[in-house]
C-alpha cells in the first residue's frame, strides 16, 4: 500500500501559477500517478498521468500547454505545476497511484489504487 499527501494548493489570481506536489509513503516507481480536480457539483476529472519512470505522460485537453507533470521516484513525489490558470481551474485536486502494468484506466479514476485526500485550487477572476 501507499499514502499520498498532496499540497500546495491556494487561492491566486487569474493568469497566475501554483505547484502542486504529491509526497507518497512507499516507492513511487512502482505505481503510474495521476492528477484529477473535482470542481463544486462535477465528477472527479482526469488531469494528468506520468507513467512509473516519468517518460510518458499524457494530459487532458484543457490543461495541455499549460500544466505539466512531473515525478522524482528518488523522493517518492509527483508534482503538477500549473501554469496560466484560469477561474474554470478551481477544484480540489487529487494525487492518486495505479498498479495496472498495463496503465489500463490511467484516464479514469476508477483506473487508480490510491488516493490523497485532495487540496483546494481556486482561481479568482
Known amino acids: 500500500q501507499v499514502q499520498l499527501v498532496e499540497s500546495g494548493g491556494g487561492l491566486v489570481q487569474a493568469g497566475d501559477s501554483l505547484r502542486l506536489s504529491c509526497a507518497a509513503s512507499g516507492r513511487t516507481s512502482t505505481y503510474f500517478m495521476g492528477w484529477f480536480c473535482q470542481a463544486p457539483g462535477k465528477e472527479r476529472e482526469f488531469v494528468a498521468f506520468?507513467?512509473?519512470?516519468?517518460?510518458?505522460?499524457v494530459y487532458t485537453d484543457s490543461v495541455m500547454g499549460r500544466f505539466t507533470i512531473f515525478r522524482d521516484n528518488a523522493k517518492n513525489t509527483v508534482n503538477l505545476q500549473m501554469n496560466s490558470l484560469q477561474p474554470d481551474d478551481t477544484a480540489v485536486f487529487y494525487c492518486a497511484a495505479g498498479s495496472d502494468p498495463l496503465y489500463r484506466g490511467r484516464r479514469y479514476y476508477t483506473g487508480y489504487d490510491y488516493w490523497g485526500q485532495g487540496t483546494q485550487v481556486t482561481v479568482s477572476s
Open positions: 506520468s507513467s512509473r519512470g516519468g517518460d510518458g505522460t
